[in-house]
Structures are given as structure tokens and as C-alpha cells.
């Protein structure tokens, strides 16, 4: 019963492209639990478009891998939204690595799909100077066989020793021709950012711009604040104070702000512009100006429904979520009850991976850790100097299941990354491990 209105309330998407784009694909769109998706897997491009064609009629948006192919499915005239993968500089900087390490690197490079500004910019940053940088100038949807032609050239005039190509297609032909090249892949972002865009195209989606969101705010260790203050004066100006904050906070959503009395205050605003403020259900702006300026954290329990009802009792439960975590976090729940959190709650996430943790990076690389693993690990650890996780903790980390994290956890040890730091004592229950990332305190 509750699968049927689970899969009632998703979203059908088409994903269309190569067994290894799809499989990446595949294992992202897990973040996305409103998408049921449906997968084609093709050898050739020419078949894709056949393929999206067909799944245009089950499916409320389409999801293709690359430009041409998107150009050729629009050129069909499919009924609903389509969507590609973009292969942006990030992609560039993975395969750049790549090359470096496994001594590719030696002469002049070419490199197509992107831009010659993007390219330069990105050897600029990591500090890697070429006297033959050529980048193919043509549309990205070019045909492979013209991009496959331009790396052979600069390969045979001797001005390129590696090919960057952002079609898997052409680095499979560059490699049964002998010929050094990288695939530019498109990194995890930018195939959340695709999703994103996907999920705001599909008519469910517009429908749900309108739909009521509850929010309730509670304000941390209200009691020790207020203990602090010398008078009444104090205490009544702080209030006022959080109270003015909240009201031009919840002004930027285009809501209504009441307080519930002390340390509590609820919110409405709409689905559509709550999703844009906070970037796709990252990031709480608020939370940062909060601390800055009166030092205080805030947790908060955000609840969708279909009634106002019950987008206020998923609020609570939220809330609930948020205090159980230990306060200064976000959570969702959403009217299928499916969770979604911790959001940031000060600046969004920066990038923490950079050319200097090119050695980090293969040692967690080569025990089976994910790059975007990698950089909430060292995110947690930059912020709050973090190292030690309990199984719970680390899968709100890396936002998986407990079991997910704990077989992690399990693989991670075998390969040097993971020791037990000790034992963790709970009121009921048996004793939890303390695991420690030892390798992050070399870095």
C-alpha cells in the first residue's frame, strides 16, 4: 500500500545514454526521491534519439547524455521537457588529474566540449603551463567523427600529446587508434544540477510551486541566552531582536511570520519560492546572520502537504529530526514522508578539493571513497575540525542509510582510512563504535 502511494507521488523521468552514463546517473538520482526513473541503455547516439522518442509517451521529462543527442530529440519534437548533461570545467579538472597522475602530461593537449576560456582558466588554477593548447571552436553538438578528427590531427602534427573529450564516443575511437586521451566526465554536481533543472520543468513539478510550506523555528538553548542577560530590559531586546531577524528573513520568502511564544516561531510560505531561496534545498541563509550577530543557532522543521494540516504536522516531526541532531541543522519532510537533510545551515558548501590534495585524493580514491564522499569528510573537518563519527552520524554526513554507511565503514577500514577510535556508552541500547578517519589528520 504504501509503495503504490509512494510511486504515485513520483515523478517518471527517462534516462537515455551509454551503460556507464546511465550508471552515474543511476546511483545520484538515489538524492532524488521524487524521480522514478526509467532507464535505456544505447550503444550509438542514432539510437538514443529512437529511444527517447519511445519513452517520450511514459515519462514526464527526458534526461539524454550529451548536447547532439539533446539537439536530436528536440528535433523530434518530444511533447515533454529534455534535458542533457553539460561537461563544464569540472569534468576538465578530474581529467587533468587524471592524465597527471598516470604521466600523460608530457607535451601540447587538445581538448573539445568546452570553451577555450574555461580550459585556460582551469590550467591557469592548477598551475600547469602548455605551449600547445588547442580547443576544438566548433558547436558542442559537433559529430563525434569531426571530433575524433581534430585530436588525430594535432596528434599526428605533433602539437598534442593527450586528448580531452567530453564524448565517450570519440574517447573510445582515440583509444583503439592508440592514442592517449581523457573522457572529461561529468562530475556528481553537475549531474544534480541537471536533475534539478529537470525535476522544475515537469508539469508535477509546477503544480507543487503553489503548494503550502510550514516551517517552525525554534531558537537554541533559548533558557541559557536569556539566563545570561543582566535585566528584563535584555531579555525582552533580544527577543525583539530574533523576532526582526525571523520577520525579514521570512519576508525574503514572500511569508507570514508568527511568534508561538518565547523561543518558537512559525512561518508559510510557498513551495516554488522557498525551493529557490534556499538553492534546492541546501542552504539556510538565516542561520549565518543569526550566529554572527546575536550568537545564537537555530534549529529548523520545514513540512510539505497537500493540506495545511498536514504540511504543519511534518514541520513538527521535522523539527523533532533537527533537535534530535543536536540543534543548529534543517530538516524536510515532505507530504510522501521522505526526509530530506541536514541543510546547511551558514554558507553553502564550499569546494574543499583542490590540486594540493592530489595525494588524498588517491589514497581514498584507491580504498573505493568517492571524491564527493571525500569532500564532506573534509568539509566537517575544515569546519569543526571533525574526525570521529558514530555510524548514525557519518550516514547524516554522507546523507546514505545507516547500513550504507556502516558497510563503508567496514570497506574503508580494511583499506587503512578508518580505525576505532573507541567505545561510545547510550542510556538504552548497546555500546556504539567511535570510528576516526585517521587518514584526514596527514592530509
Not at 23 to 48: C, D
Not at 138 to 161: I, M
Not at 353 to 375: C, F, N, R, V
Amino acid at each position: 500500500m504504501f509503495e503504490e502511494k509512494q510511486e504515485a507521488t513520483q515523478i517518471k523521468i527517462g534516462i537515455v545514454g551509454t551503460s556507464a552514463m546511465v550508471a552515474k546517473v543511476m546511483k545520484v538520482i538515489e538524492w532524488f526521491p521524487t524521480f522514478l526513473p526509467v532507464a535505456r541503455m544505447v550503444e550509438s547516439e542514432q539510437a538514443s534519439s529512437f529511444l527517447a522518442e519511445e519513452l517520450a509517451d511514459q515519462v514526464e521529462v527526458l534526461l539524454v547524455s550529451g548536447a547532439r543527442q539533446h539537439r536530436q530529440v528536440k528535433e523530434r519534437g518530444v511533447a515533454v521537457p529534455v534535458h542533457y548533461i553539460p561537461v563544464t570545467d569540472a569534468a576538465l579538472y578530474g581529467a587533468l588529474f587524471r592524465a597527471y597522475r598516470s604521466g600523460k602530461l608530457v607535451g601540447g593537449i587538445s581538448v573539445d566540449t568546452l570553451t577555450k576560456t574555461m580550459v585556460m582558466r582551469a590550467l591557469q588554477d592548477l598551475d600547469l603551463q602548455y605551449a600547445d593548447v588547442a580547443v576544438y571552436d566548433g558547436p558542442n553538438y559537433s559529430h563525434p567523427d569531426k571530433l575524433e578528427a581534430f585530436h588525430k590531427q594535432l596528434a599526428a602534427e605533433g602539437k598534442s600529446a593527450v586528448a580531452f573529450t567530453g564524448v565517450e564516443e570519440v574517447a573510445e575511437a582515440l583509444t583503439r587508434s592508440s592514442l592517449a586521451n581523457e573522457w572529461m566526465v561529468p562530475s556528481e554536481q553537475d549531474i544534480v544540477v541537471t536533475l534539478e533543472r529537470a525535476l522544475l520543468s515537469t508539469a508535477s513539478r509546477r503544480d507543487k510551486e503553489s503548494q503550502i510550506v510550514v516551517g517552525v523555528i525554534n531558537v537554541d538553548n533559548f533558557n541559557s541566552l536569556v539566563m545570561k542577560r543582566e535585566n528584563e530590559h535584555e531579555i525582552q531586546k533580544l527577543k525583539l531582536d530574533i523576532h526582526r531577524m525571523l520577520l525579514e528573513y521570512v519576508e525574503s520568502l514572500d511569508g507570514y511570520l508568527t511568534s508561538l511564544g518565547g523561543d518558537e516561531f512559525l512561518f508559510f510560505t510557498t513551495r516554488g519560492v522557498f525551493e529557490r531561496e534556499t538553492g534546492g534545498y541546501k542552504t539556510i541563509p538565516l542561520a549565518k546572520d543569526a550566529k554572527k550577530t546575536y550568537g545564537i543557532t537555530l534549529s529548523l522543521g520545514i513540512g510539505f502537504g497537500m493540506t495545511g494540516n498536514e504540511a504543519g504536522t511534518n514541520a513538527r516531526k521535522a523539527l523533532r529530526r533537527a533537535k534530535e541532531a543536536g540543534g543548529n541543522v534543517c530538516f524536510i519532510v515532505r507530504e510522501d514522508q521522505t526526509l530530506i537533510g541536514p541543510l546547511e545551515m551558514a554558507e553553502p558548501m564550499q569546494a574543499v578539493l583542490s590540486p594540493t590534495h592530489a595525494e588524498l585524493i588517491k589514497q581514498a580514491e584507491d580504498a573505493g571513497m568517492t571524491s564527493s564522499y571525500l569532500s564532506k569528510l573534509l568539509h566537517q573537518m575544515s569546519r569543526y575540525g571533525r574526525t570521529d563519527y558514530n555510524v548514525h552520524e557519518l550516514a547524516s554526513v554522507l546523507q546514505i542509510t545507516d547500513r550504507s554507511a556502516h558497510r563503508l565503514l567496514l570497506l574503508w577500514m580494511d583499506n587503512g582510512l578508518v580505525d576505532i577510535a573507541g567505545i561510545e556508552k547510550v542510556a538504552k541500547g548497546r555500546p556504539r563504535q567511535i570510528f576516526r578517519f585517521s587518514f584526514l589528520l596527514n592530509k
